[in-house]
């Protein structure tokens, strides 16, 4: 089956311009994740949906960071007034809610550069 | 401060050599992963550990749970340059959270 797919793969942006980053998961993941990425770092958590539940947003960076997600299928994340700072790969990651599901698949990511 | 320390952060030794990727934290964690991720890619799942004391082998990879669940191994026997990439350990704090902690990753490179 299909996997975890984002886009754009590369967006460049001029500093101050919005941008939103889409992520499709697998198809039945009702939990969805956003990390970033700087280079050569590991992974940071930015948000996370749980089926209905109130989204997770304990790890977004600042309120320029916002995202939605339509029922258990896509999410945007959204970076209002982007900064230099922000460049860095965006990854999303779906998995199943239920006990001992505990594989997170992750998307090729969207790698974002702020000029 | 990283709640996930990974160590080294860098290798590069020659194929053929063994190696271990340690990962620490002072916090018990109800099961820890290990990924592995190749540029331009996603990271993908290795194994998940989540007893205490136990040990996973996936071919030339063994992987290892610290007895009090707070840290974590990866041994590579004989490694192969296909065994290239950067490696992140993740680790869940609450069972069924799903939301998991990662280190900043080992970047490993092995030599023809």
């Known amino acids: 089956g299909a996997g975890v797919s984002q886009s754009p793969s590369n967006k460049v942006t001029e500093k101050g311009k919005d941008v939103e980053l889409r992520c499709d998961p697998i198809?039945?993941?009702?939990?969805l994740y956003w990390y970033r990425q700087r280079l050569g770092q590991g992974l940071e958590f930015l948000i996370y949906?749980?089926?209905?539940?109130?989204?997770?947003k304990s790890g977004l960076p600042s309120d320029r960071f916002s995202a939605e997600r339509t029922g258990e299928s896509v999410s945007t994340l959204t970076i209002q007034r982007t900064q230099q700072e922000d460049s860095a790969v965006y990854l999303c990651a779906s998995s199943l809610d239920a006990p001992g599901s505990y594989e997170q698949y992750f998307g090729p990511g969207t790698r974002l550069t702020v000029t | 401060t990283q709640l996930l320390e990974q160590s080294p952060q860098f290798l590069s030794i020659q194929e053929g050599e063994n190696l271990t990727v340690y990962c620490n934290s002072s916090?018990?964690?109800?099961?820890l992963q290990w990924y592995r991720q190749e540029p331009g890619e996603g990271p993908v799942l290795l194994v998940t550990?989540?007893?205490?004391?136990e040990v996973k082998k996936l071919k030339r990879l063994t992987f290892q749970f610290g007895d009090a669940r707070k840290d974590s191994s990866l041994h590579i026997t004989a490694a192969q340059p296909g065994d290239t990439g950067l490696y992140l350990c993740?680790?869940?704090?609450?069972?069924?959270?799903?939301?998991?902690?990662f280190g900043q990753g080992t970047r490993l490179t092995i030599n023809p």
């Open positions: 550990v989540v007893t205490g004391g």
């Open positions: 916090s018990v964690f109800s099961s």
């Open positions: 198809s039945g993941h009702t939990a």
């Open positions: 949906f749980q089926g209905n539940s109130a989204p997770d």
């Open positions: 993740a680790g869940e704090k609450e069972q069924g959270a799903q939301k998991l902690v």
